[in-house]
């Protein structure tokens, strides 16, 4: 098959509309912690994006779409990208590649809030260079390399258990290792600046229109669908937040894009594979689902500390699930359980119970070996300073 002009054109935008969203989480998450640290997760998500586009390059490509050994992993076909070239077919290898390449540096900046406000640069970068490998890597090759997942038939078209189930479990994970935030619990810990939250979202929002209808790998009709269920779940999301909060005080914005980014983080997996009638049940009920399990963290006193688990986690579970309950096959060729598919709705529950297992063992082993090493947090002086100053010598305030 020929390269295809207009493919090649869709899937080219698509690609830098998702790494967009990667300053977009920094942006996002930067709103949220206090002033003294905003410099220090925005740069993160950077840090994050430069890690990984390295990394992928090298290995990382490799590891998630070379031959399949065992069902679990790639092989090393593609080190340093030998053999991935300017032909393939309807898209370029090149821009294939490059295009799950920043689907790989958008998971790790969102894992960020989970050691948000303590973590130290030197080692995150290692941190993050070992969760990318050995976490991300082996459930890109599980769902769309070849591997176990695939040969059992679950369904993930754009990273409902790849991006967002290993995430937000891998932030849960490295939240219980790093430890609470000095003053957890004790003192005031709000939002400095929910407009850039709001604008973080914005970018978040747009960005995920080609992260999930680029994942077509095709300007076509089923990037029209998947683009169309993306949005009507985003809604249904940020109204069912929007409401759930009202009706405990007031109308929160940041409940509002909140719930919106839920809903955008369960569409995921489904987005190739429902219709828009459903992308409103999928959006409305994770909206409701991640804002209760906020509330849950919080009675718990969990230090996620920007809530990666309970949105993209608890969403993306969810999203994988309602993709064994929703699918129809007049959009995506294969029917879930509304319409008498028992089998798929069982595959899926496995896939996700998998790789929220995965995901959250390994990445607390990961985080483990690293604190006991090299140490992941600050001193407790530099985080009573601020990571802007401390890790970095600069201050966004005068």
Request: glycine letters at 16%; hydrophobic letters at 55%.
């Amino acid at each position: 098959m020929a390269i295809d002009a207009g493919d090649t054109a869709f899937i080219l935008i698509c690609t830098a509309m998702v790494m967009l969203m990667t300053p977009g989480v920094g942006l996002f998450y930067g709103g949220l912690v206090r002033r003294k640290n905003i410099i220090a997760m925005i740069t993160l998500a950077f840090i994050a994006f430069s890690v990984v586009s390295l990394q992928w390059i090298l290995f990382g490509y490799s590891l998630a779409f070379g031959t399949d050994i065992g069902g679990f992993i790639g092989g090393l076909d593609y080190l340093g990208l030998a053999g991935v070239g300017m032909d393939g077919e309807g898209i370029p290898d090149l821009l294939f590649m490059v295009f799950q390449l920043v689907f790989a540096g958008l998971t790790l900046a969102i894992v960020t809030s989970g050691a948000a406000e303590r973590v130290k640069v030197s080692s995150f970068i290692v941190f993050g260079l070992l969760w990318t490998t050995l976490v991300y890597d082996p459930l890109a090759h599980w769902a769309w390399g070849g591997g176990w997942a695939a040969s059992l038939g679950a369904l993930d078209f754009a990273g409902g258990t790849v991006v967002h189930i290993s995430s937000g479990f891998g932030a849960l994970a490295l939240a219980l290792v790093i430890g609470r935030r000095v003053g957890f619990g004790t003192y005031t810990m709000e939002p400095h600046n929910i407009p850039l939250t709001l604008i973080g979202g914005a970018l978040l929002w747009f960005g995920w229109f080609g992260f999930n209808a680029g994942s077509a790998l095709a300007a076509n009709g089923l990037a029209a669908s998947a683009f169309v269920v993306t949005n009507t779940s985003a809604a249904a999301g940020a109204i069912a937040w929007l409401v759930a909060s009202w009706y405990r005080g007031k109308p929160s914005s940041l409940g509002m894009i909140s719930g919106a980014i839920a809903g955008l983080v369960a569409i995921t997996p489904a987005a190739g594979f429902v219709d828009p009638v459903s992308a409103i049940a999928i959006g409305g009920i994770a909206g409701l689902l991640c804002y209760g399990a906020m509330l849950f963290r919080l009675s718990r006193g969990l230090d996620e500390s920007l809530d990666a688990w309970a949105v993209h986690g608890m969403g993306g579970l969810w999203g994988a699930i309602a993709t064994g309950i929703f699918a129809v096959a007049a959009v995506g060729g294969v029917d879930g359980l509304l319409y008498g598919n028992v089998d798929q709705f069982v595959i899926q529950v496995v896939d996700a119970g998998a790789a929220l297992v995965y995901a959250f063992g390994m990445t607390y082993a990961l985080a483990w070996i690293v604190d006991r090493t090299l140490g992941l947090r600050v001193s407790e002086d530099e985080e009573y300073v601020g990571l802007d100053i401390s890790q970095h010598g600069e201050s966004a305030h005068a």
